[in-house]
């Protein structure tokens, strides 16, 4: 079945195919969370793996095999919790950025407040590009201020999906750093990249 077909099964595929189709690294990003969010569907599992061949961009390739993978994996009934150790011991082996994208997308909900101090002991922002957005996902979702430095050097980064994950994570740790790192975005010739600090300083001028 293609991409179009699966479309008219699958409750909100319209725009999730939209999504993929449009070449916009944060609406692409919006989606696979959505998808990881969301109870295990086979259906989405077919349309997600349809779509990722077209996805030639290499950050958002990997993002959406991870998700791929974890959607897999729930289907399947074999996705892990993972511990606070076994990312501590990934982490020494950056080589292996697949499966530290999976041990922090799976971590419990117990050890995922406690992971960004092991994730700053580990320099995460040293780590090859296409994990990097998915750590600044997670430290959306559990970082604090301690973590604004290295949040700051990623809205720096020349992969716009690097760069607009760090940026969105940067706004909920640490939203006093905001209007001086988006005035510059303002000009870049990405226009993902110009939207989102237009976005980002629309939200901090109402905070």
């Given at each position: 079945?293609?991409?179009?077909a699966m479309t008219?099964?699958?409750?909100g595929?319209?725009?999730?195919l939209s999504?993929?189709?449009?070449g916009?690294g944060?609406l ?8 990881e969010a969301?109870p295990p569907?086979q259906g ?7 779509v990722?061949?077209?996805i030639?961009d290499?950050v958002?390739s990997?993002q ?12 399947q ?6 511990n606070?150790e ?5 982490l020494q082996?950056p080589?292996?950025?697949?499966d ?5 997308s799976?971590?419990s909900?117990g050890?995922?407040?406690m992971?960004?101090?092991i994730?700053r002991q580990a320099?995460?922002?040293?780590l090859p590009s296409p ?5 600044c996902a997670?430290m959306k979702q559990?970082?604090?201020i301690a ?7 990623l ?8 760069l607009?994950t ?8 640490d ?5 001086s790192?988006?005035t510059p975005?303002?000009s870049n010739?990405?226009p993902?990249?110009r939207?989102?600090?237009i976005q980002?300083l ?6």
């Amino acid at each position: 079945m293609g991409a179009m077909a699966m479309t008219k099964t699958i409750p909100g595929s319209d725009q999730l195919l939209s999504a993929f189709t449009s070449g916009d690294g944060t609406l692409i990003m919006s989606a696979l969370m959505d998808i990881e969010a969301a109870p295990p569907n086979q259906g989405l599992a077919q349309l997600l793996n349809s779509v990722i061949p077209k996805i030639t961009d290499t950050v958002l390739s990997f993002q959406a095999r991870k998700t791929l993978k974890i959607l897999a994996l729930k289907l399947q009934g074999r996705l892990p919790v993972l511990n606070l150790e076994t990312l501590q011991k990934l982490l020494q082996q950056p080589d292996r950025f697949e499966d530290i994208a999976l041990a922090v997308s799976t971590l419990s909900p117990g050890d995922a407040v406690m992971a960004p101090e092991i994730l700053r002991q580990a320099n995460w922002q040293d780590l090859p590009s296409p994990i990097l957005p998915t750590i600044c996902a997670f430290m959306k979702q559990f970082g604090s201020i301690a973590d604004a430095p290295p949040l700051i050097e990623l809205c720096r980064h020349p992969d716009p999906t690097v760069l607009t994950t760090a940026l969105k994570a940067l706004e909920v740790v640490d939203p006093t750093n905001i209007q001086s790192l988006v005035t510059p975005l303002l000009s870049n010739p990405n226009p993902t990249i110009r939207a989102q600090a237009i976005q980002a300083l629309y939200r901090s001028d109402k905070a």
